[in-house]
Nanobody, 123 residues
Framework: QVQLVESGGGLVQTGGSLRLSCAAS????????MGWFRQAPGKEREFVAA????????SAADSVKGRFSISRDNAKNTVYLRMDDLKPEDTAVYYC????????????????WGQGTQVTVSS
């Protein structure tokens, strides 16, 4: 079991920055691929970014490439999402998730999810 708790969301103006954190408890954080997803009101949840077990390979959705970056600190059991040049369309609840896949890109579904943190970007 892995428990995930996100933090760092809030209200920011267009062009601003935020850094989300996701603290994991439970066993073997370093054995999970970690991802960030978001869900805007009335829309489906969508993939934002993912990072492999050691943190040296990452992927991101086209909509956030060049603006968002994912990183992790296995010693602190934490994954981060740095968000720069935020736009109103980035407004959503952001979730982190853990994937037990042994391959990259992950071949399994994300198994554990946090409760989410709200990010609101004002125009």
């Amino acid at each position: 079991q892995v428990q995930l708790v996100e933090s760092g969301g809030g209200l920011v103006q267009t062009g601003g920055s935020l850094r989300l954190s996701c603290a994991a408890s439970g066993r073997s954080f370093g054995s999970y691929i970690m991802g960030w997803f978001r869900q805007a009101p009335g829309k489906e949840r969508e993939f934002v970014a993912a990072i492999n077990w050691s943190g040296d390979i990452a992927s991101a959705a086209d909509s956030v490439k060049g603006r968002f970056s994912i990183s992790r600190d296995n010693a602190k059991n934490t994954v981060y999402l740095r968000m720069d040049d935020l736009k109103p369309e980035d407004t959503a609840v952001y979730y982190c998730a853990a994937n037990p896949s042994m391959s990259w890109p992950p071949s399994r579904s994300y198994t554990y999810w946090g409760q989410g943190t709200q990010v609101t970007v004002s125009s």
